[in-house]
């Protein structure tokens, strides 16, 4: 390295002016038995940013009792140009943000928070594990768009419905995909895999236990270096508003 590189670090953070914005909803569509995709616009998203595939905004949501709820979800897609921002919502369980989503038509109005910032990671590691269950399905699919011709994408899935798994978008990346049924078994899936030569970054999103059940196999047993591995609770069993 000379003194005049300024190549910048392959894994960041990136902080941004947290912003809240009023969005109108601006289409619906119920894109598989489980997924609805929810299209929001506004002016004020031409200044949105969101530099990282596994970003999260934070919707916010009345109780019915005069206080507000927040949820996080990965924005799935935005166009600063047509000022638009599109959120995909499973529709499982009793929570609000489901329940809203479920009743959402176009003109009803969200109120919208971030990203407060971005967890930047470069797309030119040798090979990218990708593991997670419905929640993180969007941040998969995102980082799948992303990833360029010449890499590889190695993802583990929960998702029961083919209906559901077809969500999954194509991508130029060498891919190697499977699918399980349940969360649990990811931890299985992880354990069967060998781990490719190369530099590689590993990305796992589900519920608390999973997330660090499968951040001790790809650690302690694959001997993945701990520094290049994100593990996130998307969701924790039992506690309605984890994050």
Same mark, same amino acid.
């Given at each position: 390295?000379?003194?005049?590189?300024?190549?910048?670090?392959?894994?960041?953070?990136?902080?941004?002016?947290? #912003? #809240?914005?009023?969005?109108?909803?601006?289409?619906?569509?119920?894109? $598989?038995?489980?997924?609805?995709?929810?299209?929001?616009?506004?002016? $004020?998203?031409? !200044?949105?940013?969101?530099?990282?595939?596994?970003? /999260?905004?934070?919707?916010?949501?009345?109780?019915?009792?005069?206080?507000?709820?927040?949820?996080? +979800?990965?924005?799935?897609?935005? !166009?600063?140009?047509? /000022?638009?921002?599109?959120?995909?919502?499973?529709?499982?369980? %009793?929570?609000?943000?489901?329940?809203?989503?479920?009743?959402?038509?176009?003109?009803?109005? @969200?109120?919208?928070?971030?990203?407060?910032?971005?967890?930047?990671?470069?797309?030119?590691?040798?090979? /990218?594990?990708?593991?997670?269950? %419905?929640?993180?399905?969007?941040?998969?699919?995102?980082?799948?768009?992303?990833?360029?011709?010449?890499?590889?994408?190695?993802?583990? @899935?929960?998702?029961?419905?083919?209906?559901?798994?077809?969500?999954?978008?194509?991508?130029?990346?060498?891919? !190697?995909?499977?699918?399980? !049924?349940?969360?649990?078994?990811?931890?299985?899936?992880?354990?069967? @895999?060998?781990?490719?030569?190369?530099?590689? +970054?590993?990305?796992?999103?589900? %519920?608390?236990?999973?997330?660090?059940? @499968?951040?001790?196999?790809?650690?302690?047993?694959?001997? /993945?270096?701990?520094?290049?591995?994100?593990?996130?609770? +998307?969701?924790?069993?039992?506690?309605?508003?984890?994050?």
């Amino acid at each position: 390295m000379t003194m005049n590189d300024t190549a910048l670090p392959r894994v960041q953070r990136v902080r941004h002016e947290l #912003k #809240k914005r009023a969005l109108q909803v601006l289409r619906v569509e119920r894109v $598989s038995p489980l997924f609805q995709r929810i299209t929001l616009t506004d002016e $004020s998203l031409g !200044d949105f940013v969101s530099a990282a595939f596994d970003d /999260h905004v934070k919707i916010l949501l009345p109780d019915g009792v005069g206080e507000t709820l927040m949820r996080e +979800y990965t924005p799935r897609a935005f !166009d600063t140009t047509a /000022h638009t921002l599109v959120l995909d919502f499973a529709l499982h369980g %009793e929570g609000p943000a489901a329940a809203w989503a479920a009743q959402a038509q176009p003109g009803q109005t @969200l109120t919208v928070a971030g990203p407060r910032g971005s967890f930047v990671v470069a797309e030119d590691f040798d090979w /990218h594990l990708l593991i997670g269950d %419905e929640t993180a399905l969007p941040a998969i699919a995102r980082r799948l768009e992303e990833l360029p011709a010449g890499r590889r994408a190695i993802v583990r @899935l929960a998702l029961a419905d083919p209906a559901d798994r077809a969500l999954l978008p194509p991508t130029a990346a060498t891919l !190697d995909l499977a699918w399980v !049924d349940r969360p649990e078994t990811l931890v299985d899936a992880a354990r069967a @895999l060998r781990l490719p030569a190369g530099e590689g +970054y590993a990305w796992c999103a589900t %519920e608390a236990s999973v997330a660090a059940a @499968l951040r001790d196999v790809l650690v302690d047993e694959k001997g /993945h270096d701990p520094k290049l591995i994100r593990s996130a609770a +998307y969701w924790k069993r039992g506690a309605a508003a984890h994050g």
